[in-house]
């Protein structure tokens, strides 16, 4: 198992369970507000740490549905955004393991009795979850064909550089000596101004190329 992915699903494990153990705990869950404060006032200065903000956001959607009745919390439909954030940000499964994870505190919290609204509630959690893992799989696919293209386009651009155009240019200044020697036949000169001029356009093609894939990567 990838170290990331342990790494990711004990700190996802580790986050759900302080939060439920805060809002199950009298002492604590009196001062819910006062958590939520903290936890947002650390996500503000912690954006450029994806890791950091992923987790505190995990956290204060998960202190604003636990301590507003769980799967009856006004609240619930953000779980769905945590999904799809989870599965960007972490990987695909992590969805799915966070689905799992969140099913099992769901049922721990109701005691197995679940009337018809949980229910439902419970039933959209986990019908939404095969979508963030799809959507997550697809956007690190078109990551990876985007960073294939760049590099395509890199190659490309190294390949006509050291290339294609030193090899034409080359050829050009090689066909000017013969043309300008006036030794050949005059229908075999004809052809090598042919061949010629269809060399400067050539070069002119590389050189047209190499600017569109320049601004296209800028």
């Not at 994870?101 to 049922?107: K, M, S």
């Not at 001029?197 to 600017?211: F, Q, R």
């Amino acid at each position: 198992m990838p170290l990331n992915l342990i790494a990711h699903t004990s700190l996802i494990t580790l986050a759900t369970g302080l939060i439920y153990a805060w809002t199950t705990n009298p002492m604590l869950s009196a001062y819910n507000l006062q958590l939520a404060a903290v936890l947002a006032i650390i996500y503000f200065f912690t954006k450029k740490l994806p890791l950091v903000t992923t987790t505190i956001f995990l956290s204060l959607i998960l202190l604003m549905i636990f301590s507003t009745g769980y799967l009856t919390s006004p609240f619930f439909f953000l779980l769905d955004i945590l999904l799809f954030t989870l599965a960007l940000f972490f990987e695909p499964i992590q969805a799915l393991i966070t689905s799992l994870i969140l099913t099992l505190v769901f049922l721990i919290s109701s005691k197995l009795s679940l009337n018809t609204s949980e229910l439902i509630n419970l039933a959209s959690l986990l019908l939404i979850t095969p979508l963030a893992v799809i959507f997550g799989k697809k956007f690190i696919e078109n990551q990876k064909n985007q960073d294939s293209i760049s590099k395509e386009e890199t190659n490309t651009l190294l390949w006509i550089a050291t290339k294609a155009k030193p090899s034409l240019t080359e050829v050009l200044e090689t066909t000017s000596q013969i043309i300008g020697s006036n030794l050949l036949p005059f229908r075999l000169q004809e052809k090598i101004k042919k061949a010629h001029k269809n060399l400067i356009d050539l070069h002119k093609s590389a050189n047209n190329l190499k600017i569109t894939i320049d601004e296209e990567t800028d």
